[in-house]
């Protein structure tokens, strides 16, 4: 049976055929470019086939490499499915964990989270980034994270083509109120969206849940928000609204402790409810450590 040197070579193939020059598949790699270049021409050698033409802005990928690379691919994937089921069938959970958080910690029942993951898997460490929910899909899609938690929809511009590439378990619902600072009751009551949209507004970046929320609601009432300021944090965003800069959105239970302790107004009759999650790539499921955060993560919330 004819052999080639090692799955290397493939790496290469692929990563340079997906990036288009040596250099990014580089980078990606974590290899020198001569160390590609010669995987590259290792191939091309086994095979008797030229594999890449050069461009000035990079390689081309020939058309005897174009009928390999779903090849390559498959066989990468075999391999990949191969180390998943040995780590599984040996019951090893084991290696890194990267968590992408959002909102307050406490709320998301992290350190139960943690702690459940410690005890039933002493050799999983976990990493922990946070930001907000559409910065949570996107470090998914550029495997920068593993799992993650997310408020919201899944209706995010990077996926709406590809509605079941996420994975998601849902934890609990959400809701949010409208809340405003200290004696605006009079400029609030009675006013529909339209007129409450005109209104100055503590508005959120895109990948923030409370832009996607806010955005969908005046929306459906043919308005949009006059946004005077824009932050990225929640307890910013009540500290503007407490020092009379405008309205903004909060989680249902604090905008009502806020009214009773600050005096802050909450707008009745508008409750948004919107779930909160936890997801991966569907692709990835079957890897024993995305696997195990799910079954834990089931558990504590359940618990």
């Not at 086939?49 to 802005?57: A, D, Q, S």
Request: glycine share 8%; aromatic share 6%; proline share 5%.
């Amino acid at each position: 049976m004819e052999r080639f040197s090692n799955i290397n070579t493939l790496l290469a193939f692929v990563t340079v055929a997906r990036e288009g020059s040596v250099s990014r598949a580089a980078k990606v790699l974590n290899l020198t470019q001569p160390a590609v270049s010669h995987q590259i021409k290792r191939l091309s050698s086994e095979t008797g086939i030229t594999l890449f033409t050069r461009t000035p802005t990079g390689l081309r990928i020939t058309p005897a490499g174009a009928a390999l690379f779903p090849k390559a691919e498959s066989v990468l994937a075999s391999m990949s499915e191969f180390h998943r089921s040995a780590r599984q069938s040996a019951g090893q959970i084991r290696g890194t964990l990267k968590i992408g958080t959002i909102v307050d910690p406490d709320f998301l029942r992290l350190g139960q989270f943690l702690a459940a993951l410690v005890d039933s898997y002493p050799e999983l460490q976990t990493e922990f980034s946070h930001g907000m929910s559409g910065q949570v899909i996107t470090r998914l899609l550029g495997n920068e994270i593993d799992v993650g938690y997310f408020l919201g929809e899944l209706d995010l511009p990077e996926i709406q083509d590809q509605p079941d590439l996420i994975h998601r378990m849902e934890l609990t619902k959400i809701t949010y109120r409208i809340v405003a600072p200290t004696g605006w009751d009079r400029l609030i009551d009675g006013r529909d969206m339209a007129a409450l949209a005109e209104l100055p507004w503590i508005g959120t970046p895109p990948d923030s849940v409370h832009s996607r929320v806010l955005d969908r609601l005046f929306a459906a009432h043919g308005c949009a928000q006059n946004t005077v300021a824009q932050v990225d944090q929640e307890p910013v965003m009540l500290a503007m609204v407490k020092s009379g800069v405008g309205l903004s959105l909060c989680q249902e239970a604090t905008a009502l402790e806020q009214r009773q302790t600050r005096g802050l107004t909450v707008v009745d009759g508008i409750q948004i409810q919107t779930p909160l999650s936890f997801v991966a790539l569907r692709a990835r499921l079957e890897d024993p450590n995305i696997n195990a955060s799910f079954n834990v993560l089931k558990t504590v919330w359940e618990g």
